[in-house]
């Protein structure tokens, strides 16, 4: 079964140093978990990001950052794992989740078959009210299935991956503070968005990003550049 892990935390200024040992932490986890790994890599600043409303019909642009304080995406992975508690267990271990948090969700199959990525990245988060996402399966489901299939033949090679989420209650936050590993099942926040699905699009810029973003049958998506530093 496959899980995506988005990365979640206050965006922080490092020095040479801090950025350095981080980098190494992330570099040994990859070291680690390299068997489970499936894709993955850091995001460019919030300011950097852009927000889509209005669905394809009437798109609106909104340049990020979003919500001063908050906390933000910092990057993802997607892990193939036997089940949650062998996620949960990945994502303990990655670096952003003893200053931040990891959300872990299982994905509603396996997702577009990853392809090898060049040049310049994004990543379209799909973000839904957490009473609007539909059960894999429904009827419901299957119509939006069909959505994003338009979407698929319109964007073509520009798509490089991607996959629906299960609905919030079957998402799982971790956190570690002082060793200790903290569990919070999902949903989070009563009335926040939350994720849907995702994209990983290719582009050769932003205005190009957003356009094919713009495309995508959502509520909204956030798109974020790939910052590219992946060693995977």
Request: avoid cysteine; hydrophobic fraction near 45%.
């Amino acid at each position: 079964m496959q899980y995506f892990a988005l990365l979640i935390s206050k965006e922080r200024d490092r020095t040479p140093e801090e950025g350095a040992a981080e980098m190494a932490a992330y570099q040994s986890f990859h070291a680690k978990a390299a068997s489970a790994i499936r894709g993955g890599d850091a995001l460019l600043p919030a300011a950097t990001a852009v927000r889509i409303t209005g669905g394809p019909d009437a798109p609106m642009i909104t340049d990020g950052p979003f919500a001063e304080g908050a906390e933000v995406a910092g990057g993802y992975y997607v892990f193939e794992a036997e089940n949650l508690d062998e996620a949960l267990a990945l994502a303990r271990d990655i670096p952003a989740a003893k200053y931040g948090a990891v959300e872990v969700w299982p994905m509603a199959g396996p997702g577009l078959e990853p392809q090898p990525l060049a040049g310049t990245n994004w990543i379209a988060l799909l973000l839904e009210p957490p009473e609007r996402p539909a059960a894999p399966g429904t009827p419901e489901w299957q119509a939006i299935v069909a959505l994003h299939q338009e979407f698929g033949a319109a964007a073509g090679q520009h798509i490089k991956s991607g996959a629906g989420l299960h609905p919030p209650s079957t998402a799982t936050t971790v956190r570690v503070r002082d060793g200790e590993v903290l569990i919070t099942d999902g949903p989070y926040v009563e009335g926040a968005e939350v994720a849907n699905g995702f994209y990983v699009l290719s582009a050769a810029d932003r205005d190009e990003a957003v356009k094919l973003a713009s495309m995508i049958p959502a509520s909204a998506v956030q798109v974020r550049q790939l910052a590219g530093i992946s060693d995977l």
